[in-house]
């Protein structure tokens, strides 16, 4: 079988050690979009420690199948993690995680000293 790749930023075909991610805050919580395409639920972690939120997992290659050659192979599979650290240390109870179509959509909710902390500064004009 003859494989061929076309240059990336992997080794070895291994998947990305750190899936892409969307970070946004608002006023009362994070929001943390990952992308996992090809990743089934089960296949995924989330954890908590300290004030790091830990995501990984695997992304488990598909049996080939006999009789094909495969002149282009750029899909990766493997283990993955990523660490995202906090301002704040939250509670457990303040995590959501849910995973649909490859994308998982996490929300952490900021503590109430956190949030009370933030506030609106005026801009103001000099005319």
Known sequence: M?????????????????????????????????????????????????????????KK??????????????RSYGAFSRSIPLEFEPASDAIDARFEKGVLRITVKKPAEIRSKSREIPVKSNG
């Open 61 to 74: 290659k598909e049996e080939e199948q006999k009789g094909k050659d495969y002149f282009v192979s750029e």
């Open 2 to 58: 003859i494989e061929r790749r076309l240059p990336t930023s992997e080794t070895n075909g291994s998947f990305l050690a750190m899936p892409s991610i969307d970070l946004a805050e608002t006023k009362d919580m994070i929001e943390i979009t990952v992308e996992l395409p090809g990743v089934v639920e089960k296949d995924i972690s989330v954890s908590l420690e300290g004030n790091r939120l830990i995501l990984s997992g695997e």
